[in-house]
């Protein structure tokens, strides 16, 4: 053991020689949100829980609702181009609420949101590197099924970026409530609770289950969530071809300013 | 040397009706390494996170780098390595992917690839953190507060559950850290890690610095300067018959049985004498020592032996 050897001994004969003269530093803000962001995707991939939820489920609901009649549709026109918008709303509130909530939760259990804390990248830095994420994730959700649900026979309408204007307005919405739980509940109690919420959303928001078979006052109630806003506005869109949902637009706008605020106030790192 | 790495005057760190931190000073040179050493709860880590800008102090003022690590965080976290004492990292993240992510946040990060071997995890490269012993999991760690080459990193506990070959190469570690420049802060349990890597020990008690002075002077100072002849013999030797043996002024004490010590001013010639008194009665003085008070000696004195 050579405790009293001169700086300039170079006895770590294994391993190559470390300088570790001070050179400190943050990398520029951009590639600091890219490179977190891009850790959290394959992260978030890598998940077989996450593909689950996110990938699995959304692309055999479509291929097993659209092909046969399991649960009746709405109105004349091809089941696909009901499910085609349903299915892509379910896949936003997976990935951008349940899925974020349940990594959010356990980040905050494991001290990964601590650990990240104590390295250059700021707090606003790692929001960002959260929703590109999402959005990432979405797009690829979104080309998948998009891609089974052309092979199905969908003829999708209307204007792309209504769809985008919808999709980031819900992911907003979303990711602000899943933020809200994930930053005031334990994690085990979000996990449980996101995979509840998302199965009582599926159900009860437009999302396989037309919203017109439901009573009259139960459906103006479901017609004010999030999801049914999306999906709504999808079917909007992608079915009857509208150029801007404007109603739906405004409950998600509303949603999503309200979320934000209500998890940026109540949000806890550790 | 200038402007000390870390100046923390007078903090108050309170946690609902407990007191956690209660006026404590404290100052580490650039350049060197600082243990903090005190029992469980002493408030250590409370400290070290306020320093971190983990904690908002609710008293007294704390400068790291010149910096308030509350309300300059951003301009202070770059140029600041932080180990955590648990993990902080996403079990199912693999080491080296960790180690890559966390260097591309840095301007000028160390390689990581030697880093890896440097720390022996060269085998745990694809290996996921649940999967890492405990040992792996700590020298990661370690990996993560150095890779950003900060000039001063806060280690809290960077051995706690390490093996010895571990540790050895962890000390190596911190000890090239400082001859390259780094200023370390860190916390510790073991009473020998402060004595080998430190420059200064700080003794924290009941939220405040009892001591702090180099680990040689802590030993002279609260030790008169003493040296103890210390061995293990069978229980009940007949110590009042040794000391009239011996020159006045010397104390026998059996603590635990068996545990025999002859303190005060010891000569080679008491040396001889306790020798010759175990030899007389057929005794073999196991473990013979002749030495200084130990830290672990100096730090029970000031901290109290009662467990907490």
């Known amino acids: 053991m050579t405790t009293t050897a001169p700086p300039d001994d170079n006895r770590v004969a294994t391993g190559a020689a470390l300088d570790f003269t001070p050179k400190p530093g943050a990398a520029p803000a951009t590639r600091m949100i890219l490179a977190q962001a891009g850790h959290e995707v394959r992260l978030m991939l890598r998940n077989p829980e996450q593909l689950l939820l996110t990938i699995v489920i959304p692309a055999l609901m479509m291929v097993l609702f659209s092909g046969e009649s399991l649960v009746a549709t709405s109105g004349p026109g091809k089941r696909i181009d009901f499910y085609a918008p349903g299915l892509f709303g379910a896949a936003v509130l997976s990935t951008a609420f349940t899925g974020l909530a349940i990594a959010t939760g356990f980040e905050r259990r494991y001290g990964v949101l601590k650990r990240m804390g104590a390295t250059p990248l700021p707090r606003w830095g790692l929001i960002v590197a959260k929703a590109l994420c999402v959005l990432c994730v979405e797009v690829i959700q979104i080309a998948l099924l998009s891609a089974i649900a052309l092979a199905m026979g969908w003829k999708p309408h209307g204007d792309p970026l209504a769809v985008i204007v919808l999709v980031v307005l819900a992911t907003g919405t979303f990711a602000g409530l899943a933020m809200l739980m994930a930053g005031t509940l334990r994690a085990e109690a979000t996990l449980g609770l996101a995979n509840f919420v998302f199965l009582l959303l599926l159900a009860g928001g437009g999302v396989i289950i037309p919203l017109s078979k439901f009573p009259s006052g139960v459906r103006h109630v479901l017609d004010a969530l999030p999801i049914s806003a999306l999906t709504n506005g999808l079917r909007d869109v992608l079915q009857h071809g509208a150029t801007l949902p404007w109603a739906n637009v405004g409950i998600l706008a509303a949603w999503a300013v309200a979320a934000i605020a209500v998890a940026a106030r109540t949000f806890k790192w550790e | ?308």
């Not at chain 2, 093996?163 to 370390?184: F, P, S």
């Not at chain 2, 609260?222 to 040794?242: K, Q």
């Open chain 2, 1 to 308: 040397m200038g402007q000390p790495a870390v100046e923390v005057t007078g903090l108050v760190k309170r946690y609902g009706a407990k007191t956690a931190v209660d006026g404590l000073d404290l100052r580490v040179q650039t350049g060197t390494i600082t243990a903090v050493l005190g029992p469980n709860g002493a408030g250590k880590t409370s400290t070290i996170e306020c320093c971190e800008g983990y904690r908002r102090p609710d008293g007294g003022t704390v400068r790291v780098l010149g910096l308030d690590p509350v309300t300059q965080g951003e301009q202070l976290r770059p140029r600041i390595g932080v180990m955590l004492q648990s993990g902080g990292i996403y079990p199912s993240v693999r080491a080296v992917e960790m180690l890559k992510h966390t260097a591309k946040l840095y301007a000028n990060p160390l390689d990581t690839d030697a880093l890896i071997e440097r720390l022996g995890l060269g085998s745990a490269g694809r290996t996921t953190f649940r999967r890492l012993s405990g040992g792996q999991q700590q020298r990661l760690s370690l990996a993560l507060a150095v890779v950003g080459r900060p000039e001063l990193v806060f280690l809290d506990e960077p051995t706690a559950g390490l093996d010895v070959q571990a540790r050895h190469a962890t000390w190596e570690l911190i000890e090239q850290l400082r001859r390259d420049g780094v200023t370390v802060v860190l916390t510790t349990h073991l009473l020998d890690e402060a004595e080998r890597l430190a420059d200064t020990v700080a003794i924290v008690d009941a939220g405040k610095v009892i001591a702090h002075d180099t680990p040689d002077a802590l030993s002279t100072a609260n030790g008169a300067g003493d040296t103890e002849i210390r061995f293990t013999a069978p229980a009940g030797l007949d110590l009042a018959g040794l000391l009239a043996g011996l020159p006045p002024g010397l104390t026998a004490a059996e603590q635990p049985p068996g545990a025999y010590t002859v303190g005060g001013d010891v000569t080679p010639d008491v040396l001889a004498k306790v020798t010759s008194w175990c030899a007389a009665k057929d005794v073999m003085p196991q473990g013979l020592s002749v030495g200084r008070r130990t830290l672990e000696d100096v730090f029970l004195d000031l901290t109290g032996r009662e467990l907490r």
